[in-house]
């Protein structure tokens, strides 16, 4: 074990990023849960990488506002199309969701099939790269995540379908780029899974304390075994979870 990588300038930062994609996907996920559309997470997200890569495709930086701009476009109306496909066939929703991930993942391979650090780039899109977040990314995402959590709480019962999927595409956006596909996806559905059955006043705060440990367990396990952080998290999030939800409250019997 390397304790010597336990920096506290690499796993702070870290840290914070993973607060703020839980601030939002906790209480968006238990939303999700109810609605039965869980793969709504990974639709929008890989929309949004999508975006991200086509950005790139056409020469902007992945990192600049192009790229940020091409993303949450392709976020809304991965949204609005979800917003009439729910109008128009409910019943099949989940299934939609699939096939527009399906889609959008396909659509990324075939940008980056001729680009020779496409697999690279697409791999830190899904993987994402936690470890090397700054503060000076924390910053916007911060902004942004007081004005989705005052919307939601504030609005919403007011929101209504597109109002719901637009916020989504926005938390999602920001969050794929802070820690990839594959953590935001985890962070959404894992807590609210696990807590599903808890009493409500306190199943969210209790999303939110699973979450939290998750990310300070697998980041520091991650630096010390010198393994990805990223999967590192998903994992320790999921036994968390498991864990959460055998002693928790409220468990219907067998």
């Known amino acids: 074990m390397n304790f010597d990588a336990?920096?506290?300038?690499?796993?702070v930062p870290a840290f914070l990023a993973g607060l703020l994609v839980l601030a939002t996907h906790?209480?968006?996920?238990?939303?999700?849960?109810?609605?039965g559309i869980v793969?709504?997470?990974?639709a929008i997200a890989q929309i949004a990488t999508l975006g991200v890569i086509a950005a790139d495709r056409f020469g902007f930086e992945p990192e600049g506002w192009a790229a940020?701009?091409?993303?949450?476009?392709?976020?809304?109306?991965?949204?609005?199309?979800l917003t009439w496909t729910e109008k128009r066939w409910p019943d099949v929703q989940e299934a939609l969701i699939?096939?527009?991930?399906?889609?959008?993942?396909?659509?990324?391979?075939?940008?980056?099939?001729?680009?020779?650090?496409?697999?690279?780039?697409?791999?830190d899109l899904l993987a994402g790269q936690i470890l090397w977040v700054g503060y000076a990314q924390l910053l916007p995402v911060a902004a942004l995540t007081a004005v989705i959590l005052a919307l939601w709480f504030g609005l919403k019962d007011r929101?209504?379908?597109?109002?719901?999927?637009?916020?989504?595409?926005?938390?999602?956006?920001?969050?794929?780029?802070?820690?990839?596909v594959y953590l935001v996806f985890a962070s959404l559905i894992v807590p609210a899974l696990a807590c599903r059955?808890?009493?409500?006043?306190?199943?969210?705060?209790?999303?939110?304390?699973?979450?939290?440990?998750?990310?300070?367990?697998g980041l520091g396990l991650?630096?010390?075994?010198?393994?990805?952080?990223?999967?590192?998290?998903?994992?320790?999030?999921?036994?968390?979870?498991?864990?959460?939800?055998?002693?928790?409250?409220?468990k219907p019997a067998r």
Do not use: K
């Open 6 to 11: 336990l920096s506290l300038s690499i796993l």
């Open 26 to 35: 906790v209480p968006l996920g238990i939303q999700v849960l109810s609605r």
């Open 39 to 42: 793969f709504i997470d990974l």
């Open 68 to 81: 940020q701009a091409a993303a949450v476009s392709a976020a809304l109306l991965g949204a609005l199309l």
């Open 98 to 123: 699939g096939v527009l991930f399906v889609l959008a993942s396909s659509g990324g391979m075939l940008l980056v099939a001729n680009n020779p650090h496409g697999g690279e780039h697409l791999r």
């Open 159 to 180: 929101l209504g379908r597109f109002g719901f999927y637009a916020l989504f595409a926005f938390a999602v956006t920001a969050s794929v780029q802070l820690v990839g």
């Open 197 to 217: 059955h808890y009493p409500p006043r306190i199943r969210m705060a209790a999303g939110y304390l699973v979450g939290a440990a998750s990310y300070v367990l």
């Open 222 to 250: 991650s630096v010390l075994l010198d393994l990805p952080s990223g999967a590192v998290v998903v994992w320790v999030l999921a036994l968390a979870g498991t864990a959460a939800y055998s002693i928790g409250p409220g």
